[in-house]
């Protein structure tokens, strides 16, 4: 990608936690910051909806609450605004499979010491019974440098819940909401992984 002097770029970034937060709400515009070998300045820092539409900031109790609420998920859909990789052994493995999607998220959460407790083999055994119910994408390397290549996969993935129990179903949804702030997948902190959800 070439970035020429004087173009405006969006940057998204995501924090879970709130020390971390609070530090980029304290951003100011005109300040200037490194991203690789790029010299940018900052020009305004959207941290509500009403500023732009990706924007927000939710609490962890309120994000549990909205999705344990929800009394049933017939499937969920994410959609992967960014290559998304897995290791399979000593590989990368460019596939959406279930339970390494939900997998991981259960190893975010778990990392991040959410409050709500999941047992991730229990999380991975429910996730392997997912049947995937429309997909489109694609696989691709990403060179993040010129000599060092990540496969990797990106599309739109739709997964059936409607025949889990009314619990799974709200375990895999609340894991799909967080993977919007946390990433799903490896290399999250270069870009990787950057998903949207919708379910139904």
């Known amino acids: 990608m070439q970035i020429e002097e004087g173009r405006m770029l969006e940057w998204r970034v995501t924090a879970l936690n709130e020390m971390l937060v609070w ?3 304290a951003i ?3 300040t200037s910051v490194r991203v690789g070998t ?20 939710l609490s962890e109790e309120d994000l549990i609450a909205v999705c344990l609420a929800i009394p049933h ?42 409050p709500l407790a999941l047992n991730r083999q ?20 990403v060179f ?4 060092r290549g990540v496969l990797a996969f990106e599309g739109e993935f739709s997964y059936e819940t409607a025949h889990l129990p009314q619990e799974q179903q709200q375990l895999l949804l609340l ?12 290399l999250t902190g270069h870009g ?9």
């Open 122 to 141: 229990e999380i991975c055994t429910t996730a392997n019974e997912l049947l995937p119910r429309k997909w489109q994408g694609r696989s691709r390397t």
């Open 38 to 57: 790029l010299s940018l300045e900052i020009a305004e820092c959207c941290m509500s909806p009403e500023e732009h539409p990706e924007s927000g900031i």
């Open 175 to 186: 894991l799909a909401q967080f993977s919007v702030f946390s990433g799903v997948g490896r």
């Open 73 to 114: 998920i017939r499937d969920i859909t994410f959609s992967f605004r960014s290559p998304v990789s897995f290791r399979y052994f000593n590989r990368d493995y460019p596939w959406p499979m279930p339970e390494y999607i939900f997998g991981s998220l259960a190893d975010k959460w778990l990392l991040c010491d959410m």
């Open 144 to 147: 993040l440098k010129e000599d």
């Open 192 to 200: 990787l992984g950057q998903s949207r959800v919708k379910y139904r």
């Open 23 to 25: 530090c980029l709400h």
């Open 28 to 30: 100011r515009p005109g």
